[in-house]
């Protein structure tokens, strides 16, 4: 009933820039925390960023001062903007937002996952 869809990945030079975006539709009550992880093939899945409804963002440290994540609570958009990309930010992101709707109530929702591959 709820759905989390992620856009904006791509290929880019070490250096270059990307914009992820996260839409959430559905029978949507409340969203409240919202982020964003990402995973490698053999490695765990990372939390990236953390935006909560009240309260400050969470960054890893690997991307501290290069990336921001941002939420528009009108549209349930959740997004991430990457600078200074890394080799090593190469990775499948994955949406995550907690979210209370009509039918059962409250819980985790993950988005498919959208691809950024830093390479030259």
């Known amino acids: 009933q709820v759905q989390l869809v992620e856009s904006g990945g791509g290929l880019v030079q070490p250096g270059g820039s990307l914009r992820l975006s996260c839409a959430a539709s559905?029978?949507?009550?409340?969203?409240?925390?919202m982020a964003w992880y990402r995973q490698v093939p053999g490695k765990e899945r990372d939390l990236v960023a953390r935006i909560p409804t009240r309260g400050t963002t969470t960054y890893a440290d690997f991307v501290r001062g290069r990336f921001t994540i941002s939420r528009d609570n009108a549209k349930n958009t959740v997004n991430l903007q990457m600078n200074n990309l890394k080799p090593e930010d190469t990775a499948l992101y994955y949406c995550?937002?907690?979210?209370?709707?009509?039918?059962?109530?409250?819980?985790?929702?993950w988005g498919r996952g959208t691809q950024v591959t830093v390479s030259s």
């Open positions: 559905g029978s949507i009550l409340t969203i409240y925390s």
């Open positions: 995550y937002a907690d979210i209370r709707h009509l039918g059962s109530g409250r819980r985790d929702f």
